[in-house]
């Protein structure tokens, strides 16, 4: 077995003949930056073999002089004698999620009507006092007998109910009974009803709520994990008050900017466990400093709601995802079972149940269910509006009170600052605005932050193509002016570089493969839309409005956005930002037996258009690849 020695840590690890350099960093416990999923196309995981037996696929990214001084691509060299390797070590994302939780604080422009009322306020977890009759001679009955009688005496007192309920109390709370059950006369008694069965969640003598006076009685947990990011808000399931929220990166991201790379990636066991303890340990870390933050406890924490997309909620689950992108793409489930945290390794109460918001289609999942909940496609109207969730994934719902149709497009990750040269999302350093001198072609722009420019994120990039494109620095095609002089625009055979900053200390440029990219992800935007207004006979003059939710949502300039074909002039003043909805949803429905309701009678009455079935999606997917579009009449006149 050759070993191998990853610098500048020093870690050896022993790796088998003909395995990765990836798959060995990950046995050593380094997190190498794989965007794309290990398919060798990114050039992000490239290292340094310094000495040593590898064996190098060919790859057109790495020139020959790289290759004469040892680079390779870690996902595409494999280890053949011992080996020591320079690796480029994954940024910690752990220095900048204050950042992003600061940047990603959504502004909610939710109708009131839309919220749940304190009428509504019903947690899918109870809370009752039972009081047992205590052990005496002769009575002949287990302590399990007497809490089942209480318990079922209570609920029935309070639900009509409750005597015609089985009981299923986890075996950790059995071993624990004995002792609770003696200590006061009065229990306290956390509970859900599936069907004719109660599930009890918690039980603690009810003397210790007073001792927790200071402190919510019950916590509830609504969660969104994104393909980038995750969000998770504390609640308290008494008020329905947030109590606290915070957001961090999905440690996924090592593994795969989208979903097409993490499914790639989690082909092995190995690395599907990966995947689903990557998620799971970054939940476990925003839960823990929410407690730490406002003093609550993880054990009192009764019940979650999670809002993901259909390929998110495999990997949590450890379920294979790979034929959620193979013909007939048909997914392993769409509605889950109601778990425990305990099956799903969440550090909560064990026997908390975890809800799963219910996915439509291999590419629509409960993010985009979820985020109904926080529009006027979830009531009844007889306006139709068009919902729309830009990330790397684009979901669209478009529909009223009597119909709802829903569709996915791959972007990719350019609006999020994925696939761009010196591309970054969207925190502090990001140049957010660009703005082009009509005259010399020179840049100015603003960064999130007022810092020294370190990247260019989503906005930027659209704020940029849209400027050049208006000043005529760019032809329809995205291809840079050549013919007049300009300081900002290099020249390299056929290829153009766009020079925003030029300071050799803080350069940002942009290359024509940059803009390239952003064409083809507002193209596989807009097709969407075009071809799901086509299927039901719409165009865009007969929507009333349409609602663009997500992170990338609050960044983006409509004008922008309009002017290099993203979104048609028609709806200009019909665009409505509303921020994670993703999230909203589920807290709704984590606080509101009605909202929980809402959420699958919305996934039943969808429609799922799968458009890789679609013929003509390709074609409008070509039309669009120009800017604005070849159809100018939809979109802002240029020059």
């Not at 980038?228 to 606290?244: C, E, F, N, P, Y």
């Amino acid at each position: 077995m050759p070993s191998v020695t990853f610098l500048p840590s020093g870690v050896t690890v022993e790796a088998e003949v003909n395995e990765s350099i990836l798959d060995a960093a990950r046995k050593a416990g380094l997190a190498v930056e794989i965007p794309c999923g290990g398919k060798g196309i990114c050039k992000k995981c490239i290292v340094q073999v310094l000495s040593g037996g590898v064996i190098r696929e060919d790859n057109p990214l790495l020139e020959k002089d790289m290759l004469d001084e040892g680079y390779a691509l870690a996902c595409k060299t494999l280890l053949s004698d011992p080996t020591q390797v320079r690796v480029r070590l994954l940024s910690n994302v752990e220095n900048e999620k204050g950042v992003f939780s600061e940047q990603s604080e959504d502004i909610m422009l939710v109708d009131p009507a839309l919220l749940p009322s304190k009428d509504d306020l019903q947690p899918l977890v109870g809370l009752i006092e039972i009081t047992p009759v205590q052990p005496v001679a002769g009575d002949g009955r287990s302590d399990y007998d007497r809490f089942v009688i209480a318990l079922r005496g209570a609920l029935d007192s309070a639900l009509d109910s409750g005597s015609s309920l089985d009981v299923d109390l986890p075996l950790a709370l059995l071993r624990d009974l004995p002792e609770v059950i003696r200590e006061d006369e009065a229990l306290r008694v956390a509970y859900h009803i599936v069907g004719s069965l109660v599930r009890v969640v918690d039980v603690l003598p009810a003397k210790s709520a007073s001792d927790e006076a200071s402190a919510p009685a019950r916590l509830g947990i609504a969660l969104d994990i994104g393909t980038t990011t995750v969000a998770l808000q504390l609640v308290d399931l008494t008020s329905g008050r947030i109590v606290a929220s915070k957001t961090d990166y999905n440690g996924q991201i090592a593994c795969g900017l989208d979903v097409i790379s993490r499914i790639n990636y989690a082909q092995k066991p190995d690395r599907l466990e990966e995947l689903r303890s990557k998620v799971v340990k970054t939940i476990n870390h925003l839960l823990q400093e929410l407690l730490e933050e406002v003093g609550g406890q993880a054990a009192r924490i009764y019940d979650m709601t999670v809002a993901a997309n259909t390929t998110m909620v495999h990997l949590l689950l450890g379920v294979p995802p790979e034929y959620i992108r193979l013909d007939p793409y048909v997914p392993t489930v769409y509605e889950v079972p109601l778990y425990t945290a305990a099956d799903l390794g969440i550090d909560i109460c064990p026997a908390a149940p975890i809800l799963i918001v219910p996915s439509v289609g291999s590419y629509l999942g409960g993010d985009i269910i979820s985020g109904l909940l926080c529009t006027d496609l979830s009531k009844n109207t007889d306006d139709i509006y068009l919902f729309l969730d830009i990330g790397t994934n684009g979901e669209l719902v478009l529909g009223n009170g009597d119909f709802l149709m829903g569709c996915a497009c791959s972007a990719g990750p350019a609006f999020e600052g994925g696939g761009i040269n010196q591309g970054m999302r969207a925190s502090l350093g990001a140049i957010e605005r660009v703005s082009v001198d009509p005259e010399t072609g020179e840049a100015t722009y603003s960064v999130i932050g007022g810092q020294t420019p370190k990247g260019i994120c989503g906005s930027g990039m659209i704020s940029l193509v849209a400027n050049l494109l208006r000043s005529g620095w760019i032809d329809f095609a995205g291809q840079l002016e050549r013919e007049r002089p300009c300081k900002a625009i290099e020249i390299n055979g056929r290829s153009a570089t766009y020079v925003i900053e030029p300071a050799e200390n803080m350069r940002v440029a942009v290359s024509e493969n940059d803009i390239q990219n952003i064409i083809r992800a507002k193209a596989a935007i807009f097709s969407a839309m075009y071809l799901l207004l086509q299927n039901v006979g719409l165009g865009f003059e007969d929507l009333s409005g349409m609602m663009i939710a997500g992170g990338f949502g609050r960044y983006l300039d409509s004008d922008d956005a309009m002017a290099i074909g993203l979104l048609p002039k028609l709806i200009h003043d019909k665009v409505h930002f509303i921020g994670n909805t993703s999230v909203s949803g589920a807290h709704m429905a984590l606080i509101s037996a009605r909202h929980r309701q809402l959420l699958f009678e919305v996934a039943h009455r969808m429609t799922y258009l799968d458009l890789s079935t679609e013929l003509g999606y390709m074609d409008q997917y070509s039309a669009a690849l120009f800017l604005p579009h070849t159809d100018a009449s939809l979109f802002e006149t240029i020059r």
